[in-house]
């Protein structure tokens, strides 16, 4: 008889948290997402965008298309082993060097801040949630 996955540890959930913020959000290595998601991985990003890999790879690209210097740095993360969740709270650098939401690029430096929540089942991350501060992105850009 099949054994039910056992929760994880918190250990372990912050090294998959850690490994996806280094790997993707700091080293900018779009590929990482196929090793550390899930296949059926469900993207819930309010972007309007479907919800799987392939779509979250596309806008990821598209984001460092314009901020080829991007960078996140973690925050804080808040482990839930009960649940398989970790909430990141990070911030973000990057130089708009292309256009991005509709906004001509201006070679500005910009800054904004935002939280990720996945939620990980054994070694896989099959669930984001995801909000960013836009409305400051925007200002900085001079848009509003």
Do not use: C
């Amino acid at each position: 008889m099949d054994q039910p996955p056992s929760a994880p540890t918190a250990e372990h959930l912050r090294a998959i948290a850690e490994r996806w913020m280094e790997l993707i959000w700091r080293q900018r290595q779009i590929d990482a997402i196929d090793e550390l998601h899930a296949p059926d991985f469900v993207d819930r990003s309010p972007a309007g965008r479907d919800s799987g890999n392939a779509p979250y790879k596309a806008g990821i690209a598209e984001l460092y298309g314009a901020f080829p210097d991007f960078e996140g740095v973690t925050e804080d993360l808040v482990i839930d082993p009960a649940t398989g969740k970790v909430a990141i709270r990070w911030t973000a650098t990057g130089t708009h060097t292309a256009p991005y939401l509709g906004v001509a690029a201006t070679g500005k430096q910009i800054s904004f801040t935002g939280i990720e929540i996945i939620r990980v089942v054994e070694d896989r991350i099959v669930e984001r949630w995801g909000e960013w501060d836009g409305i400051a992105l925007l200002e900085q850009l001079g848009v509003v």
